[in-house]
């Protein structure tokens, strides 16, 4: 990875706007805290960002640190991960995310978050432990592959065990030893 200057710094502050737009939105919605039109305005924005995201992989391949920088790959990332309405777009931003992991111009652990997601929202078994769902009661793992070896597959990707990662969650999103009244909501484990 490099810390020399990217070459789109306006794709990196387009990419940062919308991530953070979005992820203040997410937080409220966590929090209970939008009415209907609101949500839809966020699902509109996750949208109108994945619509963005797919011009830029079509235009530039994976938004890298080298493409634009750590903060606008880490917004991409994000932006992507939450493209849940549109799992072909998913399993094709993780493929081009994986390239640039092998050309060291991204995290493996974004990669190992976005291809659980991936899975995940096509109902098939996650591999690293990196989706979860917020109950009003509880967090738990999405469905994962064989279990007894995830904490194997989570170092390959430079991910603490499961346990560790799992009381980190509960931590953040169950303060008080229960979750926010929300109906359910897929989280990823923070990378």
Same mark, same amino acid.
């Given at each position: 990875?490099?810390?020399?200057?990217?070459?789109?710094?306006?794709?990196?502050?387009?990419?940062?706007?919308?991530?953070?737009?979005?992820? +203040?939105?997410?937080?409220?919605? #966590?929090?209970?805290?939008?009415?209907?039109? !609101?949500?839809?305005?966020?699902?509109?924005?996750?949208?109108?960002?994945?619509? #963005?995201?797919?011009?830029? $992989?079509?235009?530039?391949?994976?938004?890298?640190?080298?493409?634009?920088? &750590?903060?606008?790959?880490?917004?991409?990332? &994000?932006?992507?991960?939450? &493209?849940?309405?549109?799992? +072909?777009? $998913?399993?094709?931003?993780?493929?081009?995310? *994986?390239?640039?992991?092998? =050309?060291?111009?991204?995290?493996?652990?974004?990669?190992?978050?976005?291809?659980?997601? =991936?899975?995940?929202?096509?109902?098939?078994?996650?591999?690293? *432990?990196? !989706?979860?769902? $917020?109950? =009003?009661?509880?967090?738990?793992?999405?469905?994962?592959?064989?279990?007894?070896?995830?904490?194997?597959?989570?170092?390959?990707?430079?991910?603490?065990?499961? +346990?560790?990662?799992?009381?980190? #969650?509960?931590?953040?999103?169950?303060?008080? *030893?229960?979750?926010?009244?929300?109906? &359910?909501? #897929?989280?990823?484990?923070? +990378?």
């Amino acid at each position: 990875m490099t810390t020399e200057e990217p070459q789109r710094p306006d794709l990196a502050r387009e990419l940062i706007a919308r991530a953070t737009e979005s992820a +203040a939105h997410r937080a409220k919605r #966590v929090r209970n805290q939008l009415d209907a039109v !609101q949500l839809g305005q966020g699902r509109h924005t996750d949208h109108a960002n994945t619509n #963005v995201l797919r011009r830029i $992989l079509a235009e530039h391949d994976w938004p890298g640190h080298h493409l634009v920088d &750590s903060e606008a790959a880490r917004a991409a990332w &994000s932006i992507a991960l939450h &493209s849940d309405d549109d799992p +072909a777009f $998913l399993r094709a931003a993780a493929t081009l995310l *994986g390239r640039a992991v092998q =050309a060291d111009d991204a995290p493996v652990q974004h990669w190992a978050h976005l291809h659980d997601r =991936a899975l995940t929202t096509s109902r098939r078994n996650q591999e690293y *432990g990196t !989706q979860l769902l $917020l109950r =009003a009661d509880r967090i738990e793992l999405c469905p994962l592959r064989a279990p007894e070896s995830v904490d194997k597959r989570r170092a390959t990707v430079s991910l603490p065990p499961i +346990a560790v990662a799992l009381e980190t #969650v509960r931590r953040r999103y169950m303060p008080n *030893g229960t979750a926010y009244e929300v109906p &359910s909501v #897929v989280l990823a484990e923070a +990378a």
